[in-house]
């Protein structure tokens, strides 16, 4: 055998960046129809504003393991990449750079001008994004890459409106809206972040009409929304107000008579004071009762929050300055009962976070019982399955109360709505200077464009003629063409040989928190408009948190850059709070950790029905005050890299030079042993990445070629190795070496792309002057080994055990005697058994043995009495004795166990008369107790075994 040698240095930025070039320049991510069986996943398509963080890192990593996987196993795998023009969250970094940069408004430049700096935002850092996937080893085909507003889906989004309204599905409506101040526009229900706040919650003494003396009382932590109300409510069998109901009181403030109604959906006596404001035009239940009883509803705010000419001597104040003098101005009238302290959770915008207003406004609507029928029964019919199982549930849940949706908004970057006026037939239509809508009134109908043509825009009036026609002033809501991803990036509305071959999509790898937002408007929308799922399976991937369970995020303070893993180099952080004893502003520097690294030491986390990720990042302060980071996950995972690259260069290409495969099967147990090994190692990675419990795999790939190729079976066939006379003996080694390694670098290629092909290229020159012809040039294209081609064998895998079981009882009787040092030969260890063939099968195993226990030599001899002074173990049947006799200082030993002895029994007695008073167990906290009983337990059964010793 040629000695291990020192192997050039694994370089992993070096090896990633060559591979991914030459992956890219030889088209191996490209996909078109073929004659195979074709697997398709689409990207949830990251926002252009978007920088790459921990969660996008556990997503994509997730498609690319899968992608790789079935690209290997025969399927032709396409990976549909692109981005999101994310309407609200664009514009709004725009603006804001807009407003630094030139003091202006969009109302200032208009809609074409913001428009264009728009694209050129995107043009500029829109597409950073695809960069940072590609850092990752991501194999989309980008070739295939599309934006939400490519001309072709932005056909599809407007086929799909035209569509929907023609059925009477999308309709224009007076609605109360959920109304972001700070965007200007309207949400919908799944884009508010509720969030919990201190508040105050008021009474407030409204006179009944004509009775100066009597009052009702009513409480509200919104007093400023008074200026809107319309009604008191209370309920019919609250006797308190009974002889009240149908007359009127006055609004304080503005002394405008309202009615006292009977409503009992709304009023509850055992609640407040029992007597409800009703302000229909900023509250979702107020909205409900003015409906039921046939109310005013009375908007009092402008769009930027601040209070309307409705609101009277209040108008021009913001809200807060309103509810100031609102509150000082019933204070002087003695009409302020109460102030209660509560906390309540209150409605803030997703992307501003500005506090959401119940907003009274015309929008436009999506209709959604009938697609909610659709969405519910793909998933119940079992034509789509969630992993993990119970995500199903939130999906369900959604569907079960979600309202009509809300699609237009108030900005300008997004697909506008396809919808025009003529405005010599509605002369009420109000445009700016620039010749833009700002006002439609309700009455105006609207005017279409044909469904079928891909002109946007319909060229006159069908009544009058008219060719001064104008567009709808909104833009539809971003989730709007998200939803129709699967079909419009694979051609839609046309039927396209892309969307006959590659829909419906195999599976959807995307987070929780977009369940309702994006994964059941795709359902509704496939089965709507195609008849078939979008995808079949939908995998809710883990959210990454930090050791303490909250979200990983640059913004909190307690994230971390995966690209910087990668590369290395430094980061400043600007969170919102400390994290911990470690400072909000701060300076991070990171190793170098590389791309395979990042992605085993993920994956190897993501397994089963795990939705939390909790990755433990280590900060260690420099004398500059700036931070040295680790991650104890990723150092594994670079560990694991060393040691594929160490074992591969060092030992297995060294010794297989000039290596001629054995076609015959070997009679070596230790090779019959390792192939068993490749058999369950490729049925388990497969069925793991299957059912997609990924950390699995990467535990079983780690304990192969760890535990099993390197710790073991190397260990063993060095001494054939070493032969140099020509027996088969070392050709079947080499041969075994070969095919393990040949197996090993494809089912590792999906979570360790870069390396496994740099080894590969390294591994199929020796197969093939081996005589093992590999027609595969490149491991990314490889076929995926199949467990049936290596052989199982129970009885190789049960000697081998046993020899293992003999090996760790020996290495365990050296940690234990504190006497042997660490690296002494241990000169005889003897082994009896009743049965002697028990023996026999171990004797070839027994210089492998030696070899791994540093021990001189191994005698096998059925029913040999005890030697005086030994170390004694069972292994199954086999009696193992360790004589200690001159190997150790018996006298020595004997009373430093008997010092530990006294020593453990002392804690032994004080844990037992703590645990026996009452006043202890009966005080103390439950976790305190039971966490002393388990040191109890420790040491008694520490106490056992020094006596054994």
Same mark, same amino acid.
């Given at each position: ?29 490209? $996909? ?51 981005? #999101? ?31 264009? %700096? ?52 999308? +309709? ?34 409204? @006179?009944?009409?004509?009775?100066? #003396? ?9 007093? &400023?929304?008074?200026?809107?109300? /319309? ?20 609004? *304080? ?15 509850? *006596? ?16 107020? +909205? ?29 104040? $913001? ?45 436009? !609507? ?79 109908? *609207? ?46 509305? &046309? ?8 829909? *419906? ?23 709507? !408009? ?12 883990? /959210? ?22 990668? =590369? ?84 297995? !290409? ?9 076609? %015959? ?47 073991? +079976? ?14 088969? $003996? ?27 092909? &740099? ?25 995926? @080994? ?42 005889? =260890? ?9 023996? #026999?099968?171990?004797? @070839? ?105």
């Amino acid at each position: 055998m040629t000695e291990p040698r020192k192997p050039q240095a694994f370089s992993a930025l070096e090896i990633e960046a060559k591979w991914y070039q030459y992956w890219e320049e030889h088209q191996c991510f490209h $996909s078109e129809p073929d004659n195979r069986p074709s697997y398709t996943i689409v990207i949830p398509p990251p926002n252009v504003t978007g920088a790459l963080h921990m969660g996008h890192a556990v997503n994509n990593v997730i498609q690319d393991v899968l992608i790789r996987y079935h690209r290997m196993g025969g399927y032709n795998a396409c990976w549909v990449p692109g981005t #999101d023009h994310a309407g609200i969250a664009t514009q709004s970094v725009v603006e804001k750079r807009l407003r630094q940069e030139e003091g202006k408004s969009r109302h200032d430049i208009g809609r074409e001008a913001l428009l264009a %700096k728009i694209w050129q935002w995107k043009e500029l850092y829109g597409n950073r994004i695809i960069g940072q996937l590609k850092r990752l080893g991501c194999s989309c085909d980008w070739q295939r890459t599309r934006f939400t507003m490519d001309d072709w889906l932005s056909y599809a989004v407007r086929y799909v409106f035209l569509e929907l309204f023609a059925e009477k599905l999308v +309709y224009r409506g007076k609605r109360l809206i959920n109304w972001c101040p700070g965007c200007r526009t309207a949400l919908s229900n799944d884009e508010l972040v509720y969030e919990t706040v201190d508040a105050n919650f008021w009474e407030i003494r409204y @006179p009944l009409e004509g009775q100066s #003396d009597e009052f009702i009382t009513v409480a509200t932590t919104r007093p &400023e929304t008074m200026l809107g109300d /319309t009604a008191v409510a209370v309920n019919s069998q609250d006797v308190r107000y009974q002889k009240w109901i149908g007359k009127r009181c006055l609004l *304080p403030l503005l002394n405008r008579p309202i009615p006292i109604i009977a409503d009992d959906i709304l009023a509850d *006596p055992k609640k407040g004071t029992g007597a409800v404001k009703v302000t229909p035009a900023h509250d979702p239940n107020d +909205y409900a009762c003015g409906q039921r009883n046939h109310l005013p509803m009375i908007n009092i705010l402008n769009d930027d929050g601040s209070l309307n000419d409705n609101a009277g001597p209040y108008r021009g104040m $913001s809200a807060a300055a309103a509810r100031a003098k609102v509150l000082a101005d019933l204070k002087a009238q003695n009409l302020l009962g109460k102030t209660h302290k509560l906390q309540h959770d209150v409605a803030h915008c997703y992307r501003s976070h500005d506090i959401v207003e119940p907003y009274l406004s015309n929008q436009w !609507f999506v209709r959604m019982e009938p697609l909610v029928a659709l969405a519910r029964k793909a998933v119940l019919d079992g034509e789509v399955t969630f992993f993990p199982k119970k995500r199903a549930e939130d999906y369900l849940r959604w569907l079960d109360q979600t309202p009509d949706w809300c699609i237009s908004r108030q900005i300008w970057w997004g697909h506008r709505i396809p919808i025009w006026y003529c405005t010599k037939c509605y002369p009420g239509i109000v445009l700016d200077e620039r010749g833009e809508p700002n006002l439609v009134p309700e009455t105006a109908q *609207p005017i279409l464009p044909q469904t079928s043509s891909r002109n946007a825009c319909p060229e006159a009036c069908p009544q009058c003629g008219n060719k001064k026609l104008v567009q709808d002033p909104d833009v539809l809501d971003t989730w709007f063409s998200s939803q129709l991803w699967p079909l419009s990036t694979l051609g839609w509305p &046309e039927e396209t040989q892309d969307l006959k071959y590659y829909y *419906p999509t195999q599976v959807l790898v995307t987070a929780r928190d977009i369940i309702a937002l994006w994964v059941a408007r795709m359902v509704m929308m496939g089965m709507k !408009f195609r008849g078939l799922r979008p995808f079949a399976h939908v995998l809710i991937n883990p /959210t990454v948190q930090d050791e303490r369970g909250d979200i990983m995020s640059k913004t909190r303070g307690n994230g971390v850059d995966p690209l910087k893993l990668i =590369v290395g180099g430094s980061d400043h952080i600007q969170g919102k709070d400390a994290f911990g004893d470690i400072p909000a502003d701060r300076i991070e520097h990171y190793p170098s950790y590389g791309c395979d690294a990042l992605r085993y030491g993920l994956m190897t986390m993501a397994s089963g029905d795990v939705q939390d990720i909790r990755l433990i990042v280590q900060r260690s302060l420099r004398p500059d005050k700036e931070y040295d980071v680790s991650l104890p996950v990723l150092e594994e995972g670079r560990r694991f890299c060393n040691k594929i690259w160490q074992a591969c260069h060092g030992v297995i !290409f060294a010794n297989c030079q000039e290596a001629k495969i054995v076609k %015959k099967n070997s009679p070596h147990l230790e090779d019959i042993w390792l192939t068993d090994r490749l058999h369950h190692a490729v049925k388990g990675v497969s069925e793991m990445l299957d059912a997609y419990r990924l950390g699995e795999a990467c535990e079983i790939l780690y304990r192969f070629f760890w535990d099993d190729l390197c710790s073991w +079976y190397l260990e063993i066939v060095k001494l054939r190795l070493w032969e140099n006379d020509g027996k088969k $003996s070392k050709q079947y080694a080499q041969t075994t070496l070969l095919k393990a390694l040949h197996v090993f670098l494809r089912l590792l290629h999906p979570i360790m792309p870069h390396l496994s092909e &740099e080894l590969w290229h390294t591994l199929l020159p020796l197969l093939n002057a081996a005589g093992l012809e590999e027609k595969s040039e490149n491991c990314i294209v490889a076929a995926w @080994p199949e467990a049936k081609s290596y052989a199982c064998d129970a009885q190789a895998v049960s000697v081998m055990e046993l020899a293992r079981g003999v090996t760790s009882a020996i290495n365990n009787i050296r940690a234990e005697q504190k006497g042997i040092r660490e690296g002494q030969k241990i000169p005889k =260890v003897i082994l009896t058994a009743a049965n002697a063939e028990q023996l #026999d099968v171990l004797q @070839p195993l027994f210089e492998g043995i030696k070899k791994l226990t540093k021990v001189e030599e191994i005698a096998a001899t059925p029913d040999v009495a005890k030697p005086p002074h030994s170390a004694v173990r069972m292994v199954q049947n086999i009696t193992l004795y360790l004589p200690l006799t001159g190997l150790i200082d018996l006298d020595a030993e004997k009373t430093r166990i008997a010092k530990d002895v006294a020593k453990i029994e002392e804690q032994i007695k004080q844990l037992e008369n703590k645990l026996a008073n009452p006043n202890y167990t009966g005080k103390a906290k439950a976790e305190v107790v039971e966490r002393d009983r388990a040191r109890l337990e420790e040491f008694k059964e520490r106490h056992k075994n020094l006596q054994k010793e």
